[in-house]
């Protein structure tokens, strides 16, 4: 994903992979629940098969390679869709009767580079030690490409009479799509094979704490991209004679006043409900600082600057965020600079008014040797997805049968997912993901130096994700 977050501590395969008698009624309307222990061997197979390709952002078309093969041997027509031929992407349709708008269920192929030299084992083995696989992309995406497909080719081989045509999509570019080889061709180019009532890929999680799933979140809403350039021009000179405007100097003032800029708060019916359910499963010191926000600005600022300085991600969540992340100057040791710039990455809150969000980010630099230059935007502005839907119904009452005693939060990611082009197209799209624990989330995260996951959060995931789709689309 891009970039998500949430996580707790490693349960046994017995506690996570729980075969409930009300996650198989969900499924009943397929005739029949597929036989989860004796699945997991291919579940295992197809993950490791998918952690096994590297498929570094440029080379997605060897997964498809792959997936192609695995679907036509089950007798499932695809189609690829490329605008580079090392970029594909994948399409596959089972066909319902027509009598609800199909369902899509994509997951992007590619995956970060990787520093070998981090890695005490294969990136790309998919070794399998301490009760984790361990490989590149076993969070981010492979976990949901899997469940994906396993769920497709469950369909198939059970014969589930469907109501809506069920869409899968392997797609490409979704890490650092500057080209728009992945969703924004597929969204431009081929919308029609794609298009969909409701979506589901990357962009929740479950959280463990103590042995046992305490929070799902489902991802309902995502922060914009919106990253900007700070450039400060002045004179160039002779290091040895200091100058007054010295674009370093320009820079380095108007980089600590964004840096440190408390942009506004805002509450929207994802944040808002997130909050409002997190309280009522946090210790009471935590509750009432999180009941402060739904306050509202003015009465929230203790809160704020706790989250702010402990719980950096909570506190991004409410608002439009700036963070500086890249600095670019010099050429000699001796030598003032003419121009100096810095990258600044912007993550818009849904709603926000850019161009307005620029102008009081002007009026907090205040210099004018300083220019605010917006760099191209890789995903559209996209509204959250609704909370009171078929959809999001079948996520969250799947969830409690999956998690008993679980809460269901509405989330927002503060990073970004190819959910935003197709919510920005009216397609309700949201967001799921494996369980693992925050100290897992926090040292083996997506992106990371190294990357795995517990293989006890693997099965349970991919139960998750047939029980979602066969509620959603399977003939009542």
């Not at 198989?24 to 989860?36: E, I, K, M, N, R």
């Not at 003015?298 to 439009?320: C, D, I, K, N, V």
């Amino acid at each position: 994903m891009a970039e998500m977050s949430n996580i707790s501590r490693l349960l046994p395969v017995a506690l996570l992979f729980c075969f409930c008698p009300s996650a198989a009624l969900l499924s009943a309307q397929t005739g029949a629940s597929p036989d989860w222990t004796k699945a997991k061997p291919e579940i295992l197979e197809r993950y490791r098969a998918l952690l096994q390709i590297d498929s570094t952002s440029g080379h997605e078309t060897l997964v498809v390679d792959y997936l192609k093969k695995v679907l036509e041997a089950e007798g499932i027509p695809t189609q690829t869709f490329a605008m580079e031929p090392n970029r594909a992407n994948l399409v596959a349709r089972l066909k319902g009767n027509g009598s609800k708008r199909p369902l899509l269920i994509f997951a992007h192929t590619d995956v970060v580079g990787v520093q070998r030299e981090k890695w005490p084992v294969d990136p790309f083995g998919a070794v399998m030690k301490d009760g984790y696989v361990w490989g590149r992309g076993s969070k981010d995406d492979k976990p949901v490409l899997t469940a994906n497909l396993i769920t497709f080719l469950m369909l198939k081989r059970m014969g589930v009479k469907l109501d809506r045509d069920v869409i899968f999509m392997a797609e490409s570019g979704e890490e650092a799509d500057t080209v728009g080889v992945g969703m924004n061709y597929m969204v431009r180019e081929h919308f029609k094979d794609i298009e969909a009532e409701y979506a589901m890929t990357e962009g929740g999680g479950a959280t463990i704490e103590n042995g046992k799933v305490t929070r799902v979140n489902i991802g309902t809403a995502e922060k914009l991209p919106a990253r900007v350039r700070l450039v400060a021009t002045g004179t160039a000179g002779h290091g040895s004679v200091p100058r007054m405007d010295n674009a370093l100097i320009h820079l380095g003032a108007a980089v600590e006043k964004v840096g440190r800029w408390e942009t506004p708060m805002e509450l929207n019916d994802t944040t808002r409900a997130y909050f409002e359910k997190l309280a009522t499963i946090s210790t009471p010191e935590k509750a009432a600082r999180y009941n402060a926000l739904l306050s509202g600005p003015a009465a929230s600022g203790p809160a704020q600057a706790y989250l702010r300085e402990h719980e950096p991600a909570l506190y991004s969540m409410l608002r439009t965020s700036v963070v500086p992340t890249m600095l670019k100057a010099g050429v000699g040791l001796n030598v003032i600079p003419s121009e100096a710039e810095a990258t600044l990455d912007i993550r818009a809150a849904p709603g926000e008014n850019l161009d307005d969000f620029f102008t009081s980010m002007a009026k907090v630099i205040d210099d004018p040797e300083v220019k605010i230059v917006p760099m191209p935007r890789m995903r559209p502005p996209s509204p959250a997805a609704h909370l009171d839907n078929e959809m999001y119904r079948v996520l969250s009452n799947a969830a409690q049968t999956m998690y008993p005693g679980a809460v269901i939060l509405p989330s927002m990611s503060t990073g970004a997912s190819d959910n935003s082009q197709l919510r920005a197209r009216g397609i309700q799209s949201y967001g799921v993901g494996p369980a693992s624990t925050e100290s897992e989330a926090l040292n083996y995260p997506a992106h990371g130096d190294v990357e795995r996951l517990a293989e006890s959060s693997l099965y349970p995931f991919v139960q998750y994700v047939w029980t979602v789709v066969t509620g959603v689309a399977a003939h009542q």
